[in-house]
């Protein structure tokens, strides 16, 4: 059995890119970021805060998100929501997802074990 | 009052740019102000959720780099390769000519030829030095401002020898004999024209040597390129060649450092003529060139025969 850190490691690597990917999903339904966090969280995409902050307001740089200030409630919140830009990126990034699902399948029913 | 939260939020904004820091420092407010909601929620007392929020978010200065997207490296994947090749050579080959030029200049223009080491060494230092800082801030700005070197992509063309040939390639064995040649070349030089004042000529070697144990340190050296040249037809070390090596060395150094600990090495018209190496200076001088040979020897030996060892 490999250790823990090398586990780690891998499991990290293979998650990176699937967290933008929740994020493009889930803010269909606009978001401020702790409630995403709980969000993502709640569906088995557990990211850290210092990771998703940043995250969130590098895809609204890049055109991928769009953002809104409510100021209705106790404390000011900007609230993000998946943009046009955003959902056709996502759109090839769920296709990607897919591919590498259906390869990872037809390779491991090819192969003798 | 300030509230750990205002410092944290200090801290980060300090290294973020100014044009927005006023919105993410509301967002990022409000942000732990909803985490440290969710922990008091689950019953913690306010200032340990505020404590435990703060210390889950982590080093201040690092997430304002990922805010920023900023690198937190002196110098990158991109660059480090080229950076360590140019640093090697550089450092390798400029240092050395400079201290040589200086040490040379000193030599002949002062009577001092302690002096003129010590000012050859010191000068190299800081030559090399200067290099290592000046590269390294160079390819630590490229780095910041995300330069494309445009270099040459890597190809199969620039594969270095194969290992069994690069012990000793060609100019690798031509170096070593312009070495000793200069070596033997000094022996003569110094008896003649080492000036040590007006008009005034004085070995630094006891002439009596060249009537005993000089003209064997030149037979070994002679040797030595003999060596050279049968190492470069082998190819590689072999463990034959080590031993020859081994013996030629000992040649060396034993009757020098013998010679060098007897006293009887330097002219003592020579060291009488100078002052600093009357008081004291000479010891200091038979020290230093004791240790030099003695690692050298023993580098040269230690190196040989790694590279016998590693050979196929």
């Known amino acids: 059995m490999v250790s823990d850190d090398v586990l780690r490691t891998h499991l990290q690597e293979l998650r990176r890119g ?34 998703l902050y940043p995250l969130l307001r ?26 046009d830009t955003g959902e056709q990126v996502l759109s090839r990034l769920l296709d990607d997802l897919t591919a590498v699902r259906t390869s990872l399948t037809a390779l491991i029913e090819g192969a003798p074990r | 009052m300030t509230t750990l939260t205002d410092r944290y939020l200090a801290a980060t904004l300090r290294s973020v740019p100014a044009g927005r820091r006023e919105e993410i420092a509301t967002e990022l407010r409000a942000s732990i102000a909803d985490m440290i909601d969710g922990r008091t929620a689950d019953g913690l007392d306010a200032s340990a959720a505020e404590r435990e929020v703060l210390n889950e978010l982590g080093d201040p200065a690092q997430l304002a780099a990922s805010y920023a997207d900023r690198r937190l490296q002196l110098i990158g994947p991109a660059y480090y390769l080229v950076w360590q090749r140019l640093l090697i050579v550089l450092v390798s080959i400029i240092p050395a000519i400079v201290g040589l030029v200086v040490g040379v200049v000193q030599a002949t223009t002062t009577d001092n030829a302690g002096g003129a080491i010590g000012a050859g060494i010191s000068t190299a230092f800081n030559v090399a030095v200067q290099i290592a800082f000046w590269v390294t801030a160079v390819f630590a700005v490229l780095e910041r401002l995300g330069t494309s070197l445009n270099l040459p992509r890597w190809s199969v063309d620039q ?70 040249i049968a190492k470069y037809r082998a190819g590689r070390w072999t463990w034959r060649l080590v031993a020859v090596n081994l013996v030629l060395n000992l040649a060396f150094a034993v009757p020098m450092i013998w010679l060098l600990l007897t006293d009887r090495l330097f002219n003592p018209d020579f060291v009488a003529h100078f002052a600093w190496l009357r008081d004291g200076g000479v010891d200091t001088l038979t020290a230093v060139s004791a240790l030099a040979i003695t690692t050298t020897t023993i580098w040269d030996v230690l190196d040989s025969a790694r590279k016998a060892h590693r050979a196929p």
């Open chain 2, 159 to 228: 594969l270095p020898e194969s290992p069994a040939e690069r012990d000793t390639t060609l100019v690798n064995v031509c170096a070593s004999i312009v070495m000793l040649v200069l070596l033997i070349a000094v022996l003569p030089w110094q008896h003649f024209q080492t000036v040590v004042g007006d008009d005034v000529r004085l070995p630094i070697i006891d002439p009596a040597l060249w009537r005993s144990w000089l003209p064997v340190l030149i037979a070994v050296l002679l040797a030595t390129i003999g060596l050279e």
């Open chain 1, 58 to 83: 590098r895809l609204e740089e890049q055109g991928l998100l769009t953002s809104e200030w409510n100021t209705e409630e106790s404390r000011p919140r900007k609230f993000y929501r998946t943009s």
């Open chain 1, 18 to 51: 699937t967290v933008v990917v929740a994020s493009l999903v889930a803010l269909r339904r606009p978001d401020y970021g702790y409630a995403l966090l709980q969000r993502l969280t709640g569906h088995g995409f557990p990211v850290d805060a210092n990771t």
